[in-house]
Protein backbone atom coordinates (compact mmCIF):
# COMPACT_ATOMS: atom_id res chain seq x y z
CA UNK A 1 0.00 0.00 0.00
CA UNK A 2 1.53 3.38 -1.01
CA UNK A 3 0.57 5.85 1.75
CA UNK A 4 -0.14 9.08 1.08
CA UNK A 5 -0.34 11.55 3.52
CA UNK A 6 -1.67 15.43 3.61
CA UNK A 7 -1.72 16.14 7.62
CA UNK A 8 0.38 15.28 10.74
CA UNK A 9 -0.97 12.35 12.50
CA UNK A 10 -2.85 13.11 15.94
CA UNK A 11 -3.38 11.09 19.15
CA UNK A 12 -6.91 11.34 20.44
CA UNK A 13 -8.16 10.13 23.99
CA UNK A 14 -10.06 6.57 24.55
CA UNK A 15 -13.62 6.45 24.88
CA UNK A 16 -16.13 3.57 24.52
CA UNK A 17 -18.36 3.93 21.09
CA UNK A 18 -22.11 2.48 20.83
CA UNK A 19 -23.15 3.83 16.78
CA UNK A 20 -21.87 5.94 15.52
CA UNK A 21 -9.25 -2.73 -10.18
CA UNK A 22 -6.76 -4.59 -7.46
CA UNK A 23 -5.09 -3.19 -10.61
CA UNK A 24 -7.28 -4.92 -13.26
CA UNK A 25 -5.04 -7.03 -14.46
CA UNK A 26 -5.32 -8.87 -11.30
CA UNK A 27 -8.32 -9.99 -12.42
CA UNK A 28 -11.36 -11.18 -10.32
CA UNK A 29 -10.99 -13.26 -7.20
CA UNK A 30 -13.08 -16.40 -6.84
CA UNK A 31 -13.09 -16.42 -3.36
CA UNK A 32 -16.91 -16.13 -1.65
CA UNK A 33 -16.59 -12.82 0.33
CA UNK A 34 -15.86 -11.31 -3.27
CA UNK A 35 -17.72 -9.16 -5.00
CA UNK A 36 -15.80 -9.45 -7.81
CA UNK A 37 -13.13 -7.48 -9.99
CA UNK A 38 -12.57 -5.26 -12.86
CA UNK A 39 -12.43 -6.65 -16.17
CA UNK A 40 -16.61 -7.31 -17.68
CA UNK A 41 -17.68 -3.84 -17.88
CA UNK A 42 -14.46 -2.56 -19.00
CA UNK A 43 -15.06 0.65 -20.70
CA UNK A 44 -18.63 1.75 -18.99
CA UNK A 45 -18.54 4.38 -16.27
CA UNK A 46 -19.63 2.55 -13.08
CA UNK A 47 -22.68 3.71 -11.17
CA UNK A 48 -21.37 5.20 -7.71
CA UNK A 49 -23.41 4.27 -4.60
CA UNK A 50 -22.91 6.43 -2.01
CA UNK A 51 -23.72 5.50 1.70
CA UNK A 52 -24.20 7.28 4.87
CA UNK A 53 -23.89 6.30 8.18
CA UNK A 54 -25.11 7.18 11.60
CA UNK A 55 -26.48 10.49 12.66
CA UNK A 56 -26.79 11.70 8.79
CA UNK A 57 -28.71 11.18 6.12
CA UNK A 58 -28.60 10.84 1.96
CA UNK A 59 -28.09 14.32 1.52
CA UNK A 60 -24.89 14.76 3.50
CA UNK A 61 -23.54 13.05 -0.15
CA UNK A 62 -25.29 16.15 -2.16
CA UNK A 63 -21.93 18.08 -3.01
CA UNK A 64 -19.76 14.49 -3.89
CA UNK A 65 -23.45 13.50 -5.89
CA UNK A 66 -23.55 16.97 -8.03
CA UNK A 67 -19.48 16.61 -8.55
CA UNK A 68 -19.83 13.05 -9.75
CA UNK A 69 -22.22 13.61 -11.86
CA UNK A 70 -20.64 16.57 -13.52
CA UNK A 71 -18.32 14.26 -14.44
CA UNK A 72 -20.66 11.59 -16.03
CA UNK A 73 -21.17 9.12 -13.41
CA UNK A 74 -24.75 7.69 -12.61
CA UNK A 75 -24.94 8.29 -9.03
CA UNK A 76 -27.14 6.18 -6.13
CA UNK A 77 -27.51 7.68 -2.82
CA UNK A 78 -29.93 6.02 -0.83
CA UNK A 79 -31.61 5.85 2.13
CA UNK A 80 -29.58 3.64 4.94
CA UNK A 81 -32.14 2.11 7.25
CA UNK A 82 -29.49 2.20 10.32
CA UNK A 83 -31.67 -0.49 12.34
CA UNK A 84 -28.76 -3.43 12.45
CA UNK A 85 -25.99 -4.47 10.19
CA UNK A 86 -27.53 -7.56 9.01
CA UNK A 87 -30.96 -6.16 7.74
CA UNK A 88 -29.01 -2.76 6.34
CA UNK A 89 -26.84 -4.91 4.59
CA UNK A 90 -29.69 -7.11 2.98
CA UNK A 91 -31.80 -3.86 1.77
CA UNK A 92 -28.23 -2.16 0.25
CA UNK A 93 -27.80 -5.77 -1.52
CA UNK A 94 -30.96 -6.23 -2.91
CA UNK A 95 -30.91 -2.32 -4.22
CA UNK A 96 -27.96 -3.67 -5.94
CA UNK A 97 -29.09 -6.46 -8.11
CA UNK A 98 -31.53 -3.53 -9.33
CA UNK A 99 -28.53 -1.69 -10.91
CA UNK A 100 -26.73 -2.93 -14.00
CA UNK A 101 -23.03 -2.28 -15.15
CA UNK A 102 -19.89 -1.93 -12.59
CA UNK A 103 -20.95 -0.24 -9.06
CA UNK A 104 -18.22 1.30 -6.90
CA UNK A 105 -19.70 1.08 -3.32
CA UNK A 106 -18.70 4.46 -1.04
CA UNK A 107 -19.39 3.99 2.75
CA UNK A 108 -19.38 6.57 4.87
CA UNK A 109 -18.62 5.81 8.94
CA UNK A 110 -20.99 2.92 9.58
CA UNK A 111 -22.01 2.62 5.70
CA UNK A 112 -18.29 1.12 5.76
CA UNK A 113 -19.28 -2.00 7.37
CA UNK A 114 -22.67 -1.95 5.10
CA UNK A 115 -20.64 -2.10 2.10
CA UNK A 116 -18.40 -4.50 3.31
CA UNK A 117 -21.50 -6.93 3.58
CA UNK A 118 -23.19 -6.01 1.22
CA UNK A 119 -20.44 -6.78 -1.83
CA UNK A 120 -20.97 -10.36 -0.74
CA UNK A 121 -21.53 -12.37 -4.28
CA UNK A 122 -22.21 -9.11 -6.57
CA UNK A 123 -19.82 -9.56 -9.49
CA UNK A 124 -20.85 -5.76 -10.22
CA UNK A 125 -19.14 -4.76 -7.61
CA UNK A 126 -15.46 -3.46 -8.86
CA UNK A 127 -14.14 -1.26 -5.75
CA UNK A 128 -15.05 -0.14 -2.39
CA UNK A 129 -14.24 3.23 -0.89
CA UNK A 130 -13.98 3.97 2.73
CA UNK A 131 -14.90 7.77 3.82
CA UNK A 132 -13.79 7.76 7.51
CA UNK A 133 -15.29 4.37 7.75
CA UNK A 134 -15.54 0.89 9.47
CA UNK A 135 -13.94 -1.66 7.39
CA UNK A 136 -14.87 -4.91 9.49
CA UNK A 137 -12.93 -7.96 9.41
CA UNK A 138 -15.73 -10.99 9.38
CA UNK A 139 -16.81 -11.85 12.93
CA UNK A 140 -16.14 -8.11 14.17
CA UNK A 141 -18.10 -5.43 15.64
CA UNK A 142 -17.96 -1.92 15.16
CA UNK A 143 -17.77 -1.83 18.69
CA UNK A 144 -14.73 -3.44 18.91
CA UNK A 145 -13.14 -1.73 16.15
CA UNK A 146 -13.52 1.38 17.78
CA UNK A 147 -12.21 0.52 20.79
CA UNK A 148 -8.87 -0.53 20.15
CA UNK A 149 -7.18 2.88 19.77
CA UNK A 150 -7.57 6.00 21.51
CA UNK A 151 -9.74 9.18 19.77
CA UNK A 152 -13.40 8.90 19.84
CA UNK A 153 -15.14 11.52 21.96
CA UNK A 154 -18.65 9.50 22.86
CA UNK A 155 -17.66 9.56 26.37
CA UNK A 156 -15.71 10.81 29.41
CA UNK A 157 -16.70 7.65 30.79
CA UNK A 158 -16.33 4.19 30.02
CA UNK A 159 -18.31 3.02 32.59
CA UNK A 160 -21.59 4.66 31.56
CA UNK A 161 -24.17 2.47 30.78
CA UNK A 162 -24.64 4.64 27.67
CA UNK A 163 -22.21 7.22 26.44
CA UNK A 164 -22.18 10.41 27.74
CA UNK A 165 -22.33 12.31 24.38
CA UNK A 166 -25.36 10.23 23.58
CA UNK A 167 -28.99 10.19 24.12
CA UNK A 168 -31.03 7.17 24.47
CA UNK A 169 -34.36 6.83 23.24
CA UNK A 170 -36.04 2.74 24.17
CA UNK A 171 -38.34 1.67 21.57
CA UNK A 172 -39.97 -0.82 23.77
CA UNK A 173 -38.68 -4.13 21.88
CA UNK A 174 -36.32 -4.75 24.73
CA UNK A 175 -33.60 -3.68 26.58
CA UNK A 176 -30.93 -3.62 23.45
CA UNK A 177 -33.98 -2.09 21.48
CA UNK A 178 -32.80 1.70 21.30
CA UNK A 179 -31.95 4.19 19.37
CA UNK A 180 -28.99 6.46 20.29
CA UNK A 181 -28.76 10.21 18.80
CA UNK A 182 -25.68 12.63 19.66
CA UNK A 183 -26.28 15.08 22.05
CA UNK A 184 -27.07 18.85 20.24
CA UNK A 185 -24.50 20.37 22.32
CA UNK A 186 -22.03 17.51 22.04
CA UNK A 187 -22.60 17.36 18.26
CA UNK A 188 -19.89 19.80 16.79
CA UNK A 189 -17.57 18.49 18.54
CA UNK A 190 -18.27 15.12 18.51
CA UNK A 191 -19.46 14.94 14.32
CA UNK A 192 -17.46 17.79 12.96
CA UNK A 193 -14.91 18.52 15.39
CA UNK A 194 -15.62 22.40 15.57
CA UNK A 195 -15.22 22.84 12.04
CA UNK A 196 -18.44 24.45 11.00
CA UNK A 197 -20.12 27.38 11.80
CA UNK A 198 -22.80 27.35 14.94
CA UNK A 199 -25.36 27.66 12.76
CA UNK A 200 -24.71 24.76 10.08
CA UNK A 201 -23.33 22.64 13.12
CA UNK A 202 -27.44 22.83 15.02
CA UNK A 203 -28.86 22.45 11.91
CA UNK A 204 -27.37 18.80 10.97
CA UNK A 205 -27.41 17.90 14.80
CA UNK A 206 -30.97 18.83 14.56
CA UNK A 207 -31.77 16.61 11.55
CA UNK A 208 -29.39 13.98 12.50
CA UNK A 209 -30.87 10.19 11.81
CA UNK A 210 -30.79 8.13 15.49
CA UNK A 211 -28.72 4.73 14.89
CA UNK A 212 -30.20 1.38 16.87
CA UNK A 213 -27.83 -0.11 18.99
CA UNK A 214 -27.85 -3.76 16.73
CA UNK A 215 -25.55 -1.27 14.19
CA UNK A 216 -22.48 -1.76 16.09
CA UNK A 217 -23.24 -4.50 18.17
CA UNK A 218 -23.89 -7.34 15.27
CA UNK A 219 -21.23 -9.11 13.77
CA UNK A 220 -19.66 -8.56 9.79
CA UNK A 221 -20.78 -11.47 8.07
CA UNK A 222 -17.65 -10.88 5.28
CA UNK A 223 -15.13 -8.94 4.89
CA UNK A 224 -15.33 -7.83 1.05
CA UNK A 225 -12.10 -5.73 0.93
CA UNK A 226 -10.01 -8.80 1.41
CA UNK A 227 -11.14 -9.55 -2.39
CA UNK A 228 -12.41 -6.05 -3.78
CA UNK A 229 -9.36 -3.53 -4.45
CA UNK A 230 -10.03 -0.86 -1.97
CA UNK A 231 -9.16 3.05 -1.32
CA UNK A 232 -9.81 4.79 2.07
CA UNK A 233 -10.07 8.16 3.14
CA UNK A 234 -8.66 8.83 7.04
CA UNK A 235 -9.92 12.22 8.79
CA UNK A 236 -6.93 13.06 10.58
CA UNK A 237 -9.71 15.02 12.72
CA UNK A 238 -11.79 11.97 13.49
CA UNK A 239 -13.25 12.44 16.87
CA UNK A 240 -16.35 9.78 16.34
CA UNK A 241 -14.51 6.47 15.41
CA UNK A 242 -10.81 7.83 16.35
CA UNK A 243 -8.68 8.72 13.59
CA UNK A 244 -5.98 6.02 15.12
CA UNK A 245 -8.79 3.10 14.48
CA UNK A 246 -9.34 4.79 10.92
CA UNK A 247 -5.57 3.84 10.02
CA UNK A 248 -5.16 0.62 11.58
CA UNK A 249 -8.56 -0.38 9.40
CA UNK A 250 -6.93 0.85 5.95
CA UNK A 251 -3.49 -0.85 6.69
CA UNK A 252 -5.33 -4.06 7.52
CA UNK A 253 -7.27 -3.52 4.17
CA UNK A 254 -4.20 -2.53 2.15
CA UNK A 255 -6.23 0.52 1.13
CA UNK A 256 -4.97 2.88 -1.37
CA UNK A 257 -4.94 5.92 1.51
CA UNK A 258 -4.77 9.27 1.66
CA UNK A 259 -4.74 11.63 4.73
CA UNK A 260 -7.09 14.89 5.18
CA UNK A 261 -7.15 17.32 7.76
CA UNK A 262 -10.64 16.80 8.62
CA UNK A 263 -13.19 15.63 11.33
CA UNK A 264 -15.08 12.39 10.80
CA UNK A 265 -17.89 14.32 8.68
CA UNK A 266 -15.50 15.46 5.82
CA UNK A 267 -18.35 15.10 3.46
CA UNK A 268 -19.40 18.37 4.89
CA UNK A 269 -15.94 19.86 5.30
CA UNK A 270 -14.01 18.86 2.36
CA UNK A 271 -15.91 16.94 -0.17
CA UNK A 272 -13.43 17.32 -2.84
CA UNK A 273 -10.84 14.95 -1.48
CA UNK A 274 -13.88 12.71 -0.99
CA UNK A 275 -14.61 12.91 -4.95
CA UNK A 276 -11.06 12.90 -5.76
CA UNK A 277 -10.58 9.71 -4.19
CA UNK A 278 -13.91 8.55 -5.49
CA UNK A 279 -12.36 9.13 -9.05
CA UNK A 280 -9.55 7.77 -8.41
CA UNK A 281 -11.44 4.70 -7.52
CA UNK A 282 -13.41 4.41 -10.43
CA UNK A 283 -10.64 5.17 -13.15
CA UNK A 284 -9.13 1.67 -11.22
CA UNK A 285 -6.17 3.56 -10.74
CA UNK A 286 -3.71 1.82 -7.77
CA UNK A 287 -0.41 3.13 -7.36
CA UNK A 288 -0.18 0.40 -4.35
CA UNK A 289 1.30 -3.08 -4.42
CA UNK A 290 0.27 -4.87 -1.68
CA UNK A 291 -3.54 -6.31 -0.83
CA UNK A 292 -3.66 -7.61 2.51
CA UNK A 293 -5.82 -10.63 2.85
CA UNK A 294 -5.90 -11.83 -1.29
CA UNK A 295 -3.51 -14.69 -0.95
CA UNK A 296 -2.10 -15.68 -4.03
CA UNK A 297 -2.42 -12.76 -5.83
CA UNK A 298 0.86 -10.46 -4.79
CA UNK A 299 3.12 -11.71 -7.45
CA UNK A 300 0.11 -10.59 -9.93
CA UNK A 301 -0.47 -6.96 -8.30
CA UNK A 302 3.37 -6.58 -8.22
CA UNK A 303 3.99 -7.51 -11.83
CA UNK A 304 1.22 -5.21 -12.21
CA UNK A 305 2.56 -1.70 -10.74
CA UNK A 306 5.66 -2.49 -12.25
CA UNK A 307 3.96 -2.10 -15.89
CA UNK A 308 2.37 0.76 -14.35
CA UNK A 309 5.45 2.69 -13.80
CA UNK A 310 6.53 1.93 -16.77
CA UNK A 311 3.83 2.99 -18.67
CA UNK A 312 3.91 6.87 -16.78
CA UNK A 313 1.05 6.59 -14.55
CA UNK A 314 0.79 8.13 -11.22
CA UNK A 315 -1.74 8.72 -8.41
CA UNK A 316 -1.80 12.50 -7.21
CA UNK A 317 -4.20 13.57 -4.08
CA UNK A 318 -4.64 16.79 -3.17
CA UNK A 319 -5.71 17.50 -0.08
CA UNK A 320 -7.57 20.90 -0.06
CA UNK A 321 -9.44 22.59 3.31
CA UNK A 322 -12.41 24.15 3.15
Known amino acids: MEHIRHAARRALPLAVFLPAAALAAAGPSAAS ?11 TKPTVVLVHGA ?15 AEGYP ?16 YLAALLKTIKGPLVLVGHSYGGSVITNAAAGNPNVTSLVYVAGFAPDKGETALQLVAKHPGSHLTDDP ?3 VPTALDAVPLGGGPDDVDLYIKPDKFSDVFLSNRLDAA ?13 VA ?12 TIPSWYLVATDDRTIGTENLRFMA ?3 GSTTVEVDAPHAVLETDPGDVTDLILQAAHGSRPGLARTGASGQAAILGGAAVLAVAGGTALVVRSRRT
Open 33 to 43: ESGGGAGPHEG
Open 55 to 69: WADASGWNKVVRSLQ
Open 75 to 90: VVAPANPLRSLSGDSD
Open 159 to 161: RAP
Open 200 to 212: RANALAASQRPAN
Open 215 to 226: TNTQPSKGAAWK
Open 251 to 253: KRA
